[in-house]
């Protein structure tokens, strides 16, 4: 069993800065990527940030400059720090990880946490 647990959102204001968490816990052996997607009502969840195991990151045009993906194997946990947040950051921002399991890889996701950019 696997489980994500995002933390790290609330209201922010215009020019802030947030930094998001993820925490992995259950029966892990390891993990692949691992990422962050956003999603606000009435559109498509968006990828956000990515990165591999080895360390390679990937950022949506709209945020790359201002975030940054980081992850801390040890902990097999997943950290976003959003600075100079804009309102169109505003979304939902979920966790994900990617699992070799012996049936195949499988992605598990957490339950979203509210990231709120407003004066």
């Known amino acids: 069993q696997v489980q994500l647990v995002e933390s790290g959102g609330g209201l922010v204001q215009p020019g802030g800065s947030l930094r998001l968490s993820c925490a992995a816990s259950?029966?892990?052996?390891?993990?692949?990527?691992m990422g962050w997607y956003r999603q606000t009502p009435g559109k498509q969840r968006e990828l956000v940030a990515t990165?591999?195991?080895?360390?390679?990151?990937d950022y949506a045009d709209s945020v790359k400059g201002r975030f940054t993906i980081a992850r801390d194997n040890a902990k097999n946990t997943v950290y976003l720090q959003m600075s100079s947040l804009k309102p169109e950051d505003t979304a939902v921002y979920y966790c994900?990880?990617?699992?070799?399991?012996?049936?195949?890889?499988?992605?598990?996701w957490g339950q979203g946490t509210q990231v709120t950019v407003s004066s």
């Open positions: 994900n990880a990617e699992l070799p399991l012996s049936s195949g890889k499988y992605r598990y």
């Open positions: 259950g029966s892990i052996f390891s993990i692949n990527a």
């Open positions: 990165i591999t195991s080895g360390g390679s990151t």
